[in-house]
């Protein structure tokens, strides 16, 4: 795909844009546009025990999950911190997890470790399949079916998942505008699909622009907004990938005292950028307020009709109001936040807190 005329690569070893990212967010939010995801890793799971496996390890509900449906899942520490995202569809023989390249290898060597005396095999894939990702309903390229059902993945970031909860209070949250779906092809059908845009019948657009859709729509992704500290409730990821009913898992007592009795640390917040100086913040630039640092700018992007924007995770008590600047090439950047987590989130139980043992009742 880099072969295409006027793409510019990226760091990660597909294009960031063909020539124009504006003209290409446009094709890509009304459903024109194929995006090259080829460096995406792809880990495979078959044998008879493979969801049940899966659902014991992480946080989705996977056990029933039908041939051809599509979930979203993490794996944490023991301490409830992200260590690995996954995007899972199933074909009825094999389930497919799509997941970020740096990945790969640590997260099928651990699987491959969790099988004991389960029925599944782990295999990394990669070499093999590539991952294109698309918006709408309409598909402009015939997915991989190697099994007779399609491997093609819809991202459940649209709406709140069985199981999932939402923090975010907007009552028109920007997920539904961000129907993205991701196609698994054989690596040797991705010089057809370049045929096929030289030809002028599938139009493309580079990551820069589906970075921007994803950042509009307020949407996480695991090589972007997760550090060593993460846990689900800071980024509102409960909605799309985590069951708060199911059985145990690792992790799944931070997960539900938290929702249930406390509140996350960090909160993810968007940022509106003042774009006079044409600048953007990169990820980990600060985010100060009166010169001091409340939190970190995890990404950035032009978007096609909101400017420039960023996501960030900020200290949960950082005032919503508060007016913030980043600072980048030695230039201060007003930010004026939008509130994705609110500073209230978590604590559902309601359960009123217990005055500590021996602590005096002072006359108000």
Same mark, same amino acid.
């Given at each position: 795909?880099? %072969?295409?005329?006027?793409?510019?690569?990226?760091?990660?070893?597909?294009?960031?844009?063909?020539?124009?990212? !504006?003209?290409?967010?446009?094709?890509?939010?009304?459903?024109?546009?194929?995006?090259?995801?080829?460096?995406?890793?792809?880990?495979?799971?078959?044998?008879?025990?493979?969801?049940?496996?899966?659902?014991?390890?992480? *946080?989705?509900?996977?056990?029933?999950?039908?041939?051809?449906?599509?979930?979203?899942?993490?794996?944490?520490?023991?301490?409830?911190?992200?260590?690995?995202?996954?995007?899972?569809?199933?074909?009825?023989?094999?389930?497919?997890?799509?997941?970020?390249?740096?990945?790969?290898?640590?997260?099928?060597?651990?699987?491959?470790?969790?099988?004991?005396?389960?029925?599944?095999? !782990?295999?990394?894939?990669?070499?093999?399949?590539?991952?294109?990702?698309?918006?709408?309903?309409?598909?402009?390229?015939?997915? #991989?079916?190697?099994?007779?059902?399609?491997?093609?993945?819809?991202?459940?970031?649209?709406?709140?998942?069985?199981?999932?909860?939402?923090?975010?209070?907007? *009552?028109?949250?920007? *997920?539904?505008?961000?129907?993205?779906?991701?196609?698994?092809?054989?690596?040797?059908?991705?010089?057809?699909?370049?045929? #096929?845009?030289?030809?002028? %019948?599938?139009?493309?657009?580079?990551?820069?622009?589906?970075?921007?859709?994803?950042?509009?729509?307020?949407?996480?992704?695991?090589?972007?907004?997760?550090?060593?500290?993460?846990?689900?409730?800071?980024?509102?990821?409960?909605?799309?990938?985590?069951?708060?009913?199911?059985?145990?898992?690792?992790?799944?007592?931070?997960?539900?005292?938290?929702?249930?009795?406390?509140?996350?640390?960090?909160?993810?917040?968007?940022?509106?950028?003042?774009?006079?100086?044409?600048?953007?913040?990169?990820?980990?630039?600060?985010?100060?307020?009166?010169? #001091?640092?409340?939190?970190?700018?995890? %990404? *950035?992007?032009?978007?096609?009709?909101?400017?420039?924007? #960023?996501?960030?995770?900020?200290?949960?008590?950082?005032?919503?109001?508060?007016?913030? !600047?980043?600072?980048?090439?030695?230039?201060?950047?007003?930010?004026?936040?939008?509130?994705?987590?609110?500073?209230?989130?978590?604590?559902?139980?309601?359960?009123?807190?217990?005055?500590?043992?021996?602590?005096?009742?002072?006359?108000?």
């Amino acid at each position: 795909m880099l %072969s295409l005329p006027g793409s510019v690569p990226g760091a990660d070893g597909v294009a960031d844009h063909y020539g124009d990212p !504006v003209a290409e967010q446009r094709m890509l939010a009304a459903g024109r546009a194929l995006v090259d995801l080829s460096d995406r890793g792809v880990i495979t799971a078959t044998g008879p025990d493979r969801l049940t496996w899966l659902d014991s390890l992480t *946080s989705q509900s996977l056990t029933a999950l039908e041939p051809g449906a599509s979930a979203e899942t993490l794996l944490l520490d023991p301490n409830g911190r992200l260590e690995h995202a996954m995007h899972v569809v199933d074909d009825g023989v094999t389930t497919w997890l799509l997941v970020e390249a740096p990945a790969v290898e640590a997260l099928t060597a651990w699987l491959d470790r969790m099988r004991f005396m389960m029925r599944v095999e !782990v295999a990394d894939v990669s070499e093999q399949w590539a991952t294109l990702a698309q918006l709408g309903s309409e598909l402009l390229v015939e997915p #991989a079916a190697p099994n007779g059902q399609p491997l093609l993945w819809r991202d459940p970031w649209v709406e709140v998942q069985s199981g999932g909860w939402q923090y975010a209070a907007e *009552s028109e949250h920007p *997920s539904a505008s961000y129907a993205v779906a991701e196609v698994l092809v054989e690596r040797a059908r991705l010089a057809e699909v370049a045929d #096929a845009v030289r030809a002028g %019948s599938i139009g493309v657009a580079g990551t820069l622009a589906l970075e921007a859709l994803r950042i509009a729509a307020w949407r996480p992704r695991f090589g972007a907004e997760v550090d060593e500290r993460t846990i689900p409730h800071e980024l509102d990821w409960l909605r799309s990938a985590v069951h708060l009913t199911k059985g145990c898992y690792r992790g799944q007592e931070t997960v539900a005292k938290v929702h249930n009795l406390g509140h996350p640390p960090r909160r993810l917040v968007m940022l509106h950028l003042d774009g006079s100086d044409a600048l953007l913040p990169g990820p980990g630039t600060p985010v100060l307020l009166e010169g #001091a640092s409340v939190g970190t700018v995890t %990404s *950035s992007a032009r978007h096609h009709e909101l400017g420039p924007i #960023a996501l960030a995770v900020v200290k949960r008590s950082l005032d919503p109001a508060a007016a913030l !600047v980043v600072e980048t090439e030695g230039v201060a950047i007003a930010a004026a936040q939008q509130t994705i987590v609110p500073t209230d989130a978590g604590a559902t139980a309601g359960v009123p807190r217990l005055p500590r043992l021996g602590a005096v009742q002072r006359p108000v």
